[in-house]
């Protein structure tokens, strides 16, 4: 009973401690402005592909049900990569991920663009 109190009390004292747990860098702020827009890119992005979908899909006689089919599966997607990147993340660090996401997205994006319009 006494470690388990202690253990306790430990954990309440570190919840509701108003002091900061790390200093915080002067450098933010440059790291801050950059990754800013990307984030925002990429989630123009995404929005861009979802408004174009159902009328890519009317154009190419496809039906409801395979764009229910594609939106569950990039919701599945977003699931299963945020559980790796979260795990890759703790192991590298949050930039070096963050980077290769954000480039992967640009990739991606980059060959939905210069893909054949048919």
Known sequence: QGIASFKMASFSERQWSSKPCRKHNENQLPVLAVLLPLVVADYAGVGMM?????????????????IGGLESAYGAGQVCGSLILGRLSDVHG????????????????????IAPSA
């Open 94 to 113: 949050r930039r070096i991920v963050l980077l290769m996401s954000l480039t992967g997205s640009a990739v991606g994006y980059y060959m939905a663009g």
């Open 50 to 66: 979802r408004t174009v979908l159902p009328f890519l899909s009317k154009r190419h006689s496809s039906s409801a049900a395979l």
